[in-house]
């Protein structure tokens, strides 16, 4: 009886440091993007903003989530951060013009396709977006793995 209510302690745990690891991840993108468009004055175009509108609110849910030990959140966090994703994958690749857009969703004011678009000089923030919202997926899927009962 001792071993499986440690075994419990253990997996409450490591559901509240995947679910922390999220937030976390989802509270340096909030900012990174906010300090690209406030600070150094980029312009965010059309699929960045839908991206946003995303990744804004997981900052609170899984916040809340985690300062509450609320490992059913995954259930509204992890829609959140797929339909993200799969803005930031359809981004990544018009960036890297696997694809072609039928409607161009840049304006001159706010291109994805400059070098001012890139991190390290070759990072694009597109990916680093999708790079953000899977690891936000596989987190919370760790997070509900570990929740199981």
Known sequence: MIDASIQAARQARRA???LTLSWVIALVST???VFIGEVLGQTP???CWYQRIFMFPLVWVLGL??????YGSWRYALPLALVGGGFAGYHTL?????IEPEIV????E????GAGMTIFGSVPLPFLSLLAFTLIVISLLFVRHHSKK
């Open 45 to 47: 175009c059309v699929l």
């Open 110 to 113: 706010a291109s994805c396709s």
């Open 94 to 98: 018009l960036y890297w013009r696997v």
């Open 65 to 70: 989530a985690s300062y509450r030990t609320d």
């Open 105 to 108: 969703a840049c304006s001159a």
């Open 16 to 18: 509240w440091a995947w």
């Open 31 to 33: 900012l990174s993007a």
